[in-house]
């Protein structure tokens, strides 16, 4: 039997005023981590500022993904904005989970409109 590798998919649609919404897709590792900077980085430069990052999709997420999610809400922070994380499941939610992100990015698996919400 071989083994199906899973590709990494970052697309995005903007969903109010200078936020998008963001559906990542496969596997977030250091081979694919270089397309989710590239992504916020032109969002970021484009004049977004809030992101709402749907992980339903995502599969695998090691370190660097990780620390993707942080480098762009700090950048994002920085400007008056933030990045969200919403729709974790499995090894991506318990992962976020045991190193404290999902507390830190305000990570709320019930949450659809984090706009509805103060981003103090």
Same mark, same amino acid.
């Given at each position: 039997m071989k083994g199906t590798t899973l590709t990494f998919?970052?697309?995005?649609? +903007?969903?109010? +005023? $200078?936020?998008? @919404?963001? @559906?990542?897709?496969?596997?977030?590792d250091l081979s694919t981590v270089g397309q989710l900077h590239t992504v916020l980085d032109r969002l970021l430069d484009d004049g977004a500022r809030h992101f709402l990052v749907d992980l339903t999709d995502l599969v695998f997420c090691d370190s660097t993904g990780m620390a993707a999610?942080?480098?762009?809400?700090?950048?994002?922070?920085?400007?008056? =904005?933030?990045? @969200?994380?919403? =729709?974790?499941? $499995?090894?991506?939610e318990r992962v976020l989970r045991v190193t404290g992100l999902w507390e830190v990015l305000r990570y709320d698996p019930e949450r659809v409109d984090p706009m509805s919400q103060a981003a103090s």
């Open positions: 998919t970052v697309t995005y649609a +903007p969903w109010a +005023p $200078g936020a998008m @919404r963001l @559906r990542l897709g496969g596997e977030l999610f942080v480098r762009g809400d700090n950048r994002a922070e920085r400007d008056g =904005g933030w990045l @969200r994380l919403t =729709g974790a499941s $499995g090894r991506v």
